[in-house]
């Protein structure tokens, strides 16, 4: 009977000891865990600019946190001269800004919105972009830029 009371004792405490741990989260991530605060993504943001300000094509910014560009939407060629942070805008996707630029090659001024998630590295996308990768789509090739794939192959 004492041996029977020590067993129902122990699967109390691993019971117990469960429902405290698994609630905890044991490594377990939301959404929020991966967005930055609004300082670091603002400067992640003008490291991105910046960077193409500079003529330097999408990609990684070396940095603490690192900034991962995605803007594969950019024309090639077309360079920015300058931008303008208009300022956060709400977003249940990550953090978003709206930012003026204005580009030449050819000239144009655009307002582009860019979502900013992640920790390290704090990845940079448009929001088209955002939305084309959270949609498994991407953008198409010009006719006659496709590779052949079955040549490597062999």
Known sequence: MNLERGITRRIWVVVLLACVIIPAGCGRRTSADYIPSEQRCREALVAALEAWKRGEPPGRIEGTPA??????????GQTLESYELLGELPSDQGRQFAVRVVLSNPDAEEKINFILIGIDPIWVFRQ????????????????GQTKDVSATKK
């Open 67 to 76: 900034v991962q560009v995605g803007d594969t939407l950019r024309h090639p």
């Open 128 to 143: 088209e972009e955002y939305d084309m990768v959270t949609h498994w789509e991407h953008k198409m090739p010009a006719a």
